[in-house]
T-cell receptor, first 115, second 110 residues
Framework: DGGITQSPKYLFRKEGQNVTLSCEQNLNHDAMYWYRQDPGQGLRLIYYSQIVNDFQKGDIAEGYSVSREKKESFPLTVTSAQKNPTAFYLC??????????????FGPGTRLTVL | KQEVTQIPAALSVPEGENLVLNCSFTDSAIYNLQWFRQDPGKGLTSLLLIQSSQREQTSGRLNASLDKSSGRSTLYIAASQPGDSATYLCAVTGFQKLVFGTGTRLLVSP
């Protein structure tokens, strides 16, 4: 089956720890994205990547880091610098870039809770 | 800065009713507009994508319209079913990114 997988589904972190969220896609898409969703708010863009070894900051990149070493993978690290990391994190991919005409396909999400 | 607003925030209807969800955006310079569905605790599923040059798109019981000049889109759901219960999000694609509304939470009761 083609699609986007995210792991883990639930993640608990102690304050001061870095954690990495996994996102993998087998759709052969060039562009990948990370969003954060908080209750009562729309999705906000954290980082996006249009091509391997390149990525751009979104609206709320502070406290997060990403890498894009392979086309299929776009892991997100939530660092201890992120002051309010508890949220639902969604990964997406699209054939074209974010300013293009292609729809974005979303993974099932990871719910991160800071204890 | 693009802002996307969805009204109402929540909607409850009996099964079988036709309903309309609204989405408005402040900057008409968009490439396309998308409607997504999100079930509780799940990711988003794309329902319809309307290119900026199009006026509407249809898929089954769903019809989405786009009026770029007035900054509005509507999602029409015909003959609603309990399985339609979910949060519906609209998003506009501008330069370099997708901007989402906060969603309309729909409950269709049997």
């Amino acid at each position: 089956d083609g699609g986007i997988t995210q792991s883990p589904k639930y993640l608990f972190r102690k304050e001061g720890q870095n954690v990495t969220l996994s996102c993998e896609q087998n759709l052969n898409h060039d562009a990948m994205y990370w969003y954060r969703q908080d209750p009562g708010q729309g999705l906000r863009l954290i980082y996006y990547s249009q091509i391997v070894n390149d990525f751009q900051k979104g609206d709320i990149a502070e406290g997060y880091s990403v890498s894009r070493e392979k086309k299929e993978s776009f892991p997100l690290t939530v660092t201890s610098a992120q002051k309010n990391p508890t949220a639902f994190y969604l990964c997406a991919s699209s054939a074209g870039g974010p300013g293009g005409t292609d729809t974005q396909y979303f993974g099932p999400g990871t719910r991160l809770t800071v204890l | 800065k693009q802002e996307v607003t969805q009204i109402p925030a929540a909607l409850s209807v009996p099964e079988g009713e036709n309903l309309v969800l609204n989405c408005s955006f402040t900057d008409s310079a968009i490439y396309n507009l998308q409607w997504f569905r999100q079930d509780p605790g799940k990711g988003l599923t794309s329902l319809l994508l309307i290119q900026s040059s199009q006026r509407e798109q249809t898929s089954g019981r769903l019809n989405a319209s786009l009026d770029k000049s007035s900054g509005r889109s509507t999602l029409y759901i015909a003959a609603s079913q309990p399985g339609d219960s979910a949060t519906y999000l609209c998003a506009v694609t501008g330069f370099q990114k997708l901007v989402f509304g906060t969603g309309t939470r729909l409950l269709v009761s049997p």
